[in-house]
């Protein structure tokens, strides 16, 4: 479902070239439950976001469900973004002047579905994440962990085959990080892929995780 090949990621900053990830290879398959752990600056969220085609790799191929997202011009990646791919992003990305309802709408808003059929959706998972009693507040109002709830609700919405997760739970207490991984578990028993990149030892010894990927300085360790 994702491949990785020989990737490597340097960002060019002036005459700089900052090396971020170096020859990473890897394979996910469809329904595996991937953890990706490794300290702040491995690369963690720059694999991610190669991933989900965010960005380009310097080398090597990123395939994701069958495609090379890795060479799809813009409007392409976006379109398998959001068909096919939950992001929940390390640092939410919500719109701030938006309420939760709005936020959690958008990336089914270029579907063209009719309203109620939006909203419908959207209160369905907003339920699942326990934010649907703040639909209406403008999520600028909420607290950290309410928005990574929020975020981790517009993730869902499009009911992906593939969930990437940066830190899911870096904002959470014990409970509701409990009750995200077991949010993740029965989005795992439906079939969907699951990378989940973190530092909380809460996922590490988990029935529902397939394998734990170790990265440093760019670098898969095994
Ligand atoms: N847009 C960018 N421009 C320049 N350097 C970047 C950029 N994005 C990431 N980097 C660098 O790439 C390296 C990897 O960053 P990344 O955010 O992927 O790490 P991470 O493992 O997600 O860390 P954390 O656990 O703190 O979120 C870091 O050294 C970072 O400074
Ligand atoms: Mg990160």
């Given amino acids: 479902m994702i491949v990785l ?11 700089e070239s900052i090396p971020a ?20 600056g491995s690369g ?18 990123v395939r994701v469900d069958g495609k090379e997202i890795s060479k799809l011009p813009e409007h392409f990646s976006a379109a398998i973004r959001r068909q ?20 959690v709408m958008t990336p089914l808003i270029p579907e063209n579905l009719p309203l109620h059929v939006l909203e ?21 109002r909420l607290s950290g962990g309410e928005q990574q709830r929020v975020a981790i609700a517009r993730a869902l919405i499009n009911d992906p085959l593939i969930v990437l997760a940066d830190e899911p739970t870096a904002n959470l207490d014990e409970k509701l990080s409990r009750a995200l991984i077991d949010e ?8 969907v892929t699951l990378l989940i990149a973190t530092h909380d030892p809460l996922f590490f010894d988990l029935g529902c995780v397939d394998k734990i990927i170790e990265i440093h300085n760019g670098e898969i360790i095994v």
């Fill in 5 to 15: 090949e020989a990737v490597s990621k340097s960002f060019i900053q002036g005459d």
């Fill in 120 to 140: 419908m959706k959207a209160k369905a998972v907003m339920e699942q994440c326990g934010i649907a009693h703040k639909a209406k507040m403008r999520v600028n």
């Fill in 44 to 61: 963690k969220s720059t694999l991610l976001s190669l991933i989900a085609g965010l960005m380009q790799p310097s080398q090597g191929e």
């Fill in 84 to 103: 096919k791919i939950g992001f929940i992003f390390q640092k939410y990305h919500l719109i701030v002047h938006l309420s939760v309802l709005e936020n």
């Fill in 184 to 191: 993740l578990a029965i989005l795992k028993e439906k079939g």
């Fill in 21 to 40: 990830l170096a020859n990473i290879s890897l394979h996910v398959k469809r329904g595996e439950c991937v953890v990706l752990k490794g300290p702040s």
